[in-house]
């Protein structure tokens, strides 16, 4: 995943983007909008949005590490199991503040990092190669497919 110097400030654009989607997406749901999904199997507004929150107080501390550290070991974690164990069907209010909160502090950072710390590397337990710059491309990413889930979700449920 080698970029241009020039990509870095789209990619943090991008990234930034997203946010503001998936806020106007979330502005003043209703409680059945929030229980919507897109199919019986999947989960609900209500868990994608503690999912984003989840993954994003995740990737700011590997984030950190990456930056702070030397290679540091990226720990993997079961999504399922944050569902399940972390009560997703609480209210939202809490992990969209955090979602928003991170997802500034974390583009304030990478703002300001050098372009040899865009490529500053961890060791993920799921993927051989994993760099700063690779985690804001899966945060992008991640952040489309469930800013698409969330959209499917509410389209049906109308």
């Known amino acids: 995943m080698a970029h241009q110097t020039n990509e870095r400030p789209a990619l943090l654009a991008e990234y930034l983007e997203a946010t503001y989607e998936i806020e106007v997406v979330l502005e003043e749901l209703s409680e059945s909008e929030l229980e919507a999904r897109e199919s019986p199997d999947e989960w609900s507004v209500r868990q994608v949005v503690h999912h984003l929150a989840d993954v994003e107080v995740g990737d700011a501390m590997r984030l950190r590490q990456m930056l702070a550290h030397d290679s540091p070991l990226i720990v993997a974690y079961d999504e399922d199991r944050f569902a399940t164990r972390l009560h997703y069907d609480r209210p939202i209010e809490s992990s969209v503040a955090t979602f928003f909160a991170l997802r500034t502090s974390n583009g ?22 994993y760099t700063v710059e690779i985690l804001v491309r899966r945060s992008i990413d991640h952040d489309r497919l469930h800013l698409g889930q969330i959209r499917r979700a509410l389209d049906s449920s109308t």
Request: net charge negative.
């Open 108 to 129: 304030a950072l990478l703002e300001r990092i050098t372009e040899a710390d865009w490529s500053r590397p961890g060791r993920h337990e799921e993927h051989d190669r």
